[in-house]
Nanobody, 125 residues
Framework: QVQLVESGGGLVQAGDSLRLSCVFS????????MGWFRQAPGKEREFVAV???????????DYADSVKGRFTISRDNAINTVFLQMNSLKPDDTAVYYC???????????????RGQGTQVTVSS
């Protein structure tokens, strides 16, 4: 059974940092897109970041414009974990953050095969 389990959310003040983790199990995702999207109350899902396999040991990251320069995505396949380091947080970053995996590498288009249950991030002003 495939599972993606997020952790690391919480309540912080504007300007603070958080690091989200997503531990995955049940299959290998080394060649798949892994990433994060978020959803705020009353709003549609929003792509946040993806890390894609580029062949061999290379991975490439891509970000939504709204988080570029503040968020960093990384992955450690040895421990089946994807991270999202979030710096300089803003109230607009408040949302439930979901980890997701796309076997067909279409996460940037918000198409995924698996996702976690989400972790709440709340940024106060």
């Amino acid at each position: 059974q495939v599972q993606l389990v997020e952790s690391g959310g919480g309540l912080v003040q504007a300007g603070d940092s958080l690091r989200l983790s997503c531990v995955f199990s049940g299959r290998t995702f080394s060649g798949s897109d892994m990433g994060w999207f978020r959803q705020a109350p009353g709003k549609e899902r929003e792509f946040v970041a993806v890390i894609s396999w580029g062949g061999g040991i290379k991975y490439f990251a891509d970000y939504a414009d709204s988080v570029k320069g503040r968020f960093t995505i990384s992955r450690d396949n040895a421990i089946n974990t994807v991270f999202l380091q979030m710096n300089s947080l803003k109230p607009d970053d408040t949302a439930v953050y979901y980890c997701a995996a796309s076997l067909n590498n279409r996460l940037r288009m918000m198409e995924y095969d698996y996702r976690g249950q989400g972790t709440q991030v709340t940024v106060s002003s």
